[in-house]
């Protein structure tokens, strides 16, 4: 039998070998979904065991990713699965086409199992789905459902999207590898759109290893190229923002252990352009939100959120000139970033102020996210150390559009320090009489 708990390239090789079948994993998949979600509600649909059959049925076996079932963030289509878009419609869709990504992803050999929660059009509002290591906190939002199925061990990936934080923040509190790509670098055909100019879909699995072998189907096209020496790091560190103190150790013993391998590690003056920023983001979702949401809001008001109609009256209040303004900023601090980071190889800086926090009415802070949502650049969230509490931490790495795949290549090798240190600094087990 096959272990759900295996990395992907584990879970492809035994099908590759013919040692496990691809209908046996969606078996094992539905059976711990029925028996975990009750308590983490991640999932808004789980397909049946017969469409699911049907799909594993039609896997090749030599695929790429080849058995590995995902979930599916519940803006974006699976065919013949509803999607509601996290809210509380009188209607939902119900596509006989799948999302671009999605194809992609089954043309791979994967299976959609599913679709996650998502807050509220994957705005503010939370959905019903609580953090896997303390049901108190938060998972974090809008990407919550599917960060906690990769997190409780349902999926070993799933898909989410980012307007501000919606992927990072997810993946910090959840403690898994959260990645958001390049702006427009992965096609949005069947996703429900809610910003032009800021959403970016993106995924979750449990290591940056297996985040870059979903990339290296998603971003075909890219050259994977493996780091030859320490790379030149910029260390985004001094923010306006509040740091937990448990955050700031997480973030500083990321800089000790990439300087112990000859990183070099120089701290960039972060500039108060990322309040502008934060401003401008505001501007900007606003007022595409407001025209995405517009033809729903006006037919059934009654069933969509206050905080999202507030939303959708101040983006409508917002003019064209005003986001014109405000996207002429975007583009022109994509230049100005640039020249900030100094060349360096990716920008090393805090995913989230600290660990979840209690709570299940907000989302959390997005502070440290969405300036790197307006400029576009791919994120990279991976786990390191927990908090004083016992709940998930870890470090954001960032690099400039287009430089996807050696973001994730240098998040990998970072990876593998990150877990040898952590082995390393394990107290010796004690001796004991018997």
């Known amino acids: 039998m096959a272990d759900l708990s295996h990395d992907i390239a584990s879970i492809v090789a035994q099908v590759k070998a013919r040692t496990v079948q691809p209908v046996t994993l969606i078996d094992q998949a ?5 028996t975990n979600d009750t308590a983490i509600h991640a999932w808004t649909h789980v397909g049946t065991a017969s469409s699911m059959h049907q799909a594993a049925g039609a896997v090749d076996c030599d695929a790429p990713l080849a058995g590995v079932s995902f979930g599916v963030k519940d803006v ?5 699965m509803p999607t509601r878009f996290g809210a509380q419609l009188p209607f939902h869709s119900n596509e006989p086409f ?7 992803l089954r043309a791979a050999g994967a ?3 599913g679709k996650t929660v998502t807050a509220e059009f994957a705005y503010k509002r939370p959905g019903p789905t609580v953090n896997p290591h303390d049901a108190a906190r938060t998972p974090g939002g809008s990407s919550s459902g599917s960060a906690a199925a990769v997190a409780a061990g349902m999926v070993p990936f799933a898909l989410g999207t980012q307007t501000g934080g919606s992927m990072i923040r997810p993946a910090a509190f959840c403690g898994v590898a959260g990645f958001k790509p390049t702006f427009g670098a992965v096609g949005r055909d069947g996703m429900k759109v809610i910003c032009e100019s800021l959403d970016t879909i993106g995924w979750y699995a449990r290591s940056v290893q297996d985040v870059r072998r979903i990339a290296t189907v998603l971003l075909s096209g890219k050259k994977v190229v493996e780091p030859a020496q320490p790379p030149k790091v910029a260390l985004a560190l001094n923010y306006q923002h509040v740091l937990e103190p448990d955050a700031r150790s997480a973030l500083n013993n990321a800089v000790r252990i990439l300087r112990e ?3 070099v590690c120089a701290e960039i003056s972060v500039p108060d352009d990322l309040t502008e920023l934060a401003a401008a983001h505001q501007i900007i979702m606003r007022y595409e939100l407001a025209r995405s949401i517009a033809p729903i809001a006006h037919r059934y008001p009654e069933y969509l959120s206050e905080t999202l109609l507030e939303c959708v009256r101040q983006g409508h209040a917002t003019d064209h000139e005003e986001h014109s303004e405000a996207r002429a900023f975007q583009r022109e601090m994509t230049d100005e970033w640039r020249r900030i980071a100094q060349g360096a190889d990716f920008i090393l800086t805090p995913s989230v102020p600290g660990e979840a926090p209690r709570g299940l009415a907000s989302t959390g802070s997005a502070a440290f996210n969405v300036a790197w949502s307006v400029l576009g650049w791919p994120c990279l969230h991976i786990p390191h150390g927990v908090s004083r509490n ?7 790495l960032v690099a400039q559009r287009g430089s996807d795949m050696d973001l994730l290549a240098w998040g990998e090798w970072m990876e593998h320090l990150f877990t040898a240190s952590e082995l390393r600094d394990q107290p010796e087990p004690q001796s004991k009489a018997y």
């Open 98 to 104: 799948d999302a671009a990504c999605v194809t992609r």
């Open 30 to 34: 539905l059976e711990f979904i029925a």
């Open 111 to 113: 299976v959609p199992i």
């Open 76 to 80: 974006l289509n699976v065919a013949h």
């Open 261 to 263: 391998h000859g990183s």
């Open 390 to 396: 016992g709940m998930p931490l870890g470090v954001q």
